[in-house]
Each structure stands twice: as structure tokens, then as C-alpha cells.
């Protein structure tokens, strides 16, 4: 089993750990990034880089609104409804949090998806040339992670106007989609998880010719 070099590596470790925490992981993404470069110059595949930076891009986006979504989540189990505005009259004008939550959702693993699919490429290869498993793991729990949600938003959201057509009736679909997206957030978590690992248990040796 091959190793890797220890400059670039140790800001890949850095970054897979900045990962696990909320507003940070956005910076724990671009150090990823910046740590595969030692993987580029180790197994001569420049795909390696070039998905992982696509994939990033689309990861700044998606984690940051997956970051303010599960914010809004937090605080709508507090403060189910914000106040919008007062009338003249002096009546108060709020608005459900958990609707703007659901969305903010669909958008952030819209974002997370694409990234996904781009650091799931890199990932294989990484796999593929280190000889470590988790790499595919971790490429695969945060595909499922970003995609489940997606699916299951678009079952709630068909499911829920059927219900209305037919029996004139509906459930609390937004209180469904809110439940995906913090599950399909922990599968996210997970992967990221794998990925810190995975990062920490490769050796530091100096790179290798293949």
C-alpha cells in the first residue's frame, strides 16, 4: 500500500476534520482541495484535482445553505414562526419557518449532489490507487446522503397533492421534508466522517513513481 507526501496531506487531514463542523466545513472543503494536489503529483492523474475542484465549487454553495437550513431548524424547534411585519392596526404578521426550511433544503442538496457526484469520481480513483476502501465508502454515503432527501421531498410533495386532489386533504408535508433533510444531513456528516478517517490512517512517506 502506498503512501503520500507530508505537506499537502496534513492540510487534507486538517480539512477533512474541518469538515465535521458547521460554518467551517466550508474551509475544511477548500483545505480537501488543496490536499489532493499531493495525490495529483503521487498517482499522475490529474482527474483527481479537476473533479475534486468542480465538486468543491458546488460544495461551497450547497454547505453553506445546508449550514443556514439546519440553523433554521434549531431555531424553528424554539420559534415556530417569525414575526413579518405589524398592520396599523397593530396586528402581528408572522410566517412558518418550517416551509423556508424545506426549500432551503431541496436547494443545499441540489448543490451537495453535484458535488457528490464529482468527489465521488475522485474518490474511486483515490480508492483505486491507495488500496483504501473508505475513500468508495465515503464517495457512496455521501452520494446516497445528498440524493435520498431529493427523493423523498419529491414523494412528500406528489404524494401530498394527490391526497389534496382526491380526498380534499393533505398532511404536514413540510414537517416530513424537514425530517429528510436533518436525516440526509447526518448521512452527510457520516461521509465526512469516513473521509477524516480515511485521510488520517494513510501513511506519510515520501511520494512514490507509479
Known sequence: MSGVSTSNNLLAKIGSVLLLIPILNIFGLVLVLWGMRVFVEQYKDRSIYRNA????????????????????????????SVVISTTDSGTIITRQITPLIGFNGVVAFSFILLMALFYRRTLNTLAACSGKRLFRSAGIMLFIGSIVPLVCTAVVIVVNQILLIVLNTSFNGSLAVTTVMFSGSLMVYVAFILLAVTFHSLKQTQPLEI
Open 53 to 80: 475542484a468542480v465538486g468543491t465549487i458546488f460544495g461551497i454553495v450547497g454547505l453553506y445553505v445546508l449550514t443556514v437550513t439546519l440553523i433554521s431548524f434549531l431555531l424553528s424547534l424554539y420559534f415556530p
